[in-house]
């Protein structure tokens, strides 16, 4: 699970995650870089992010890097939750931060990896982050540690998830999980975290990481306003340019084949 913590320097901020119960993803550090050196031309804020996030382009990895590997079918959207939660007492969520999940049933029609005695789960997948954040706009201060109220303006914006993908209850499909016993939750071990089988027994990948790059880069920068002229720009640099398909086209008899042989090498 993940707790977001904000130190305050000058004109630089940086959240860092805490990874109570690892719920969303096994590792994400994100730094903001704020810029505040703001011109009378210029009223406009950039936001930049790096973050290390599990990624896999085999199923050797896949199996490996999930604690559950799952076959079955999604059912039915459950609800929305906040899963950054309070790191005394995590089962109170966060009250200045909202990191939107949703939740859906998934039914097993069998476990590869793991043990799991029932027929149904629930699965949490990101969705959107909703922030807030005071920024300085002032147009004559520029580097100062402390600004009057008057420089500061709140700004409120929803960065989505862009690995999220509506699932379809219409597809058979393999995951590969992690799970989190306080709240009986199922989440995505690693992305890729989705393979579809067909009905002749055929296997697809499934992950925004195949999107073409112009609509990659596209979800990684999103602008918002606040209705008075000023601007912020939120930037996730581009992911995994050199990401492949190493699974899609693969038989189902060919992905249990090395589950088996990666079993076996454990």
């Known amino acids: 699970m993940l707790h977001f913590i904000k130190s305050y320097k000058a004109n630089k901020f940086t959240v860092v995650n805490i990874s109570l119960f690892l719920l969303i993803i096994a590792s994400l550090v994100v730094s903001l870089s704020i810029k505040n050196n703001l011109t009378a031309c210029s009223e406009n804020l950039t936001v930049t992010t790096q973050s290390d996030y599990p990624i896999a382009n085999s199923l050797d990895s896949m199996y490996h890097q999930a604690s559950y590997v799952v076959i079955g079918n999604y059912g039915d959207f459950e609800s929305s939750w906040n899963s950054l939660r309070n790191p005394v007492n995590p089962i109170d969520e966060v009250k200045d931060d909202y990191f939107e999940c949703h939740i859906y049933d998934f039914y097993l029609l069998d476990v590869v990896k793991g043990v799991i005695n029932a027929n149904k789960i629930r699965i949490s997948l990101p969705y959107c982050l909703h922030n807030k954040a005071n920024f300085n ?66 296997v697809q990948l499934k992950s925004n990481l195949l999107l073409p790059l112009q609509t990659r880069e596209k979800m990684a920068s999103v602008v918002f306003s606040n209705g008075n002229g000023n601007t912020l720009t939120y930037v996730q640099p581009e992911l995994m340019d050199y990401f492949s398909d190493n699974i899609s086209g693969k038989s189902i008899d060919e992905v249990f084949l090395a589950f088996k042989l990666t079993k076996g090498m454990n």
């Open 137 to 202: 706009f002032s147009k004559t201060k520029t580097n100062e540690t402390f600004y009057s109220e008057a420089d500061v303006e709140m700004f409120k914006y929803d960065i989505p998830w862009r690995f999220y993908m509506e699932p379809s209850p219409k597809e058979t499909v393999i995951l590969f999980l992690h799970y989190n016993e306080l709240f009986d939750i199922y989440y995505a071990a690693v992305e890729p975290y989705t393979v579809v089988i067909d009905d002749s027994g055929i």
